[in-house]
Every structure is written in C-alpha cells, then in structure tokens.
C-alpha cells in the first residue's frame, strides 16, 4: 500500500495567515480558499471589502488547482489560445489565475486559490501562503 502526506487543520491555518498577511501587506481585500487533493475545502475566509463573488470564485481556482495538479492559469492559458473545448471539462470551475496546487515531492497535498485583485496578484497570494509551509 502506497502512503502520502496530507494537508492538517494546522497546515491550512498557518497557509491562511500567511496569505491574509500577504494580501493585507499590499491593502488587497481577496477571499482565500484552500483545499485538499480531493478539491474539498478545508479554510475559507473572505477579507473585508472583497466582492461577493470572490466567495465563489476563490473555492473554484482552489479546487481547479487541486484536481488538475497545475496551477489554474494553466487552463486559462490554454482556452485563450483557442482551445475552447477546455470550458466542458467536468468538476473543472476556476480556470483563471489564483489557484495554486501545494505539491510536495510527486504529490499533491492539495491548493490555494485567492480571489478579489488582479489575477497575478491573487496568484501571489496564494504562493506566499503555500510558501508559508516550508519544504
């Protein structure tokens, strides 16, 4: 039988501060979501001054991440440069900057997806919580 790391209650909270304190550095009000290999949501939280929508859109770009084992811009990327058929692609909701896989060694743990700036800067966010992890 195969065994893998797993994501903790812990993991995902100290993922969470650390992204908060990234966005709360650069004045940026985001929803951050962060889910577990499966896409199934372990934190959420949404700053105060972030459009609803984030509420939906940060779970999606998380979910997206962890599911494809890419991060979400991939697929964003990939439909701009005219693969549409890419919208059809089941369980698949966020493809746009944001969401980044957690991948440690050939695994992945899991994703971050942030939502409620610009899409670089969601991305940004994201890394800085995942960074918070360490190696």
Not at 59 to 78: D, F, H, M, N, Q
Not at 81 to 95: C, I, N, Q, T, Y
Not at 104 to 120: D, F, P, T
Request: charged fraction near 25%; hydrophobic fraction near 45%; include cysteine.
């Amino acid at each position: 039988m195969n065994t893998k790391p797993c994501l903790t209650f812990d993991d995902a909270r100290r993922m969470a501060a650390a992204a908060e304190a990234e966005a709360r550095a650069n004045q940026w009000a985001v929803a951050i979501a962060i889910v577990d290999d499966g896409g199934h949501l372990m934190w959420f939280q949404r700053l105060d001054g972030t459009a609803a929508i984030s509420s939906y859109i940060a779970p999606a770009k998380a979910r997206t991440a962890a599911l494809g084992r890419r991060e979400s811009r991939v697929y964003e990327e990939i439909i701009n440069k005219g693969r549409v058929s890419f919208l059809s692609a089941p369980e698949l909701e966020g493809m746009l900057e944001g969401g980044v896989p957690i991948i440690r060694g050939e695994h992945c743990l899991g994703a971050v997806g942030v939502s409620g700036v610009k899409s670089a800067e969601d991305a940004q966010v994201a890394k800085a919580g995942i960074a918070a992890l360490g190696d």
